[in-house]
């Protein structure tokens, strides 16, 4: 079993950054995807964000692409997503995910083990 913590949510101006953390700890696997997601009062979730655990492939929502960045330290189980130039749209509780050996996807039924989720919160 794997168990994520989400960590680094928060409030901020519109404009402004925030870097989200994921801690994984319990098992580890050679190949697996980490993917963020996020959901907003009365919205489905949806995909944000994900990223193979070497690194080597990422794959962004088009409402984020070019201002959200997902990277990773596998030395520390650590996955981050780098949130800058966030609107008030933003505003979600947003949750890591695992997917056990998968790759970078925006598919949310692939992802197997999941955080508690932080709250982000953009004002305009």
């Known amino acids: 079993q794997v168990q994520l913590v989400e960590s680094g949510g928060g409030l901020v101006q519109a404009g402004g950054s925030l870097r989200l953390s994921c801690a994984a700890s319990g098992r580890t696997f050679s190949s697996y995807a980490m993917g963020w997601f996020r959901q907003a009062p009365g919205k489905e979730r949806e995909f944000v964000a994900a990223?193979?655990?070497?690194?080597?492939?990422?794959y962004y929502a088009d409402s984020v692409k070019g201002r959200f960045t997902v990277s990773s330290d596998n030395a520390k189980n650590m996955v981050y997503l780098q949130m800058n130039s966030l609107k008030p749209e933003d505003t979600a509780v947003y949750y890591c995910a695992a997917d056990v050996g998968g790759w970078a996807t925006s598919a949310i039924n692939n992802y197997d083990y999941w955080g508690q989720g932080t709250q982000v919160t953009v004002s305009s």
């Open positions: 990223i193979s655990w070497s690194g080597g492939s990422t």
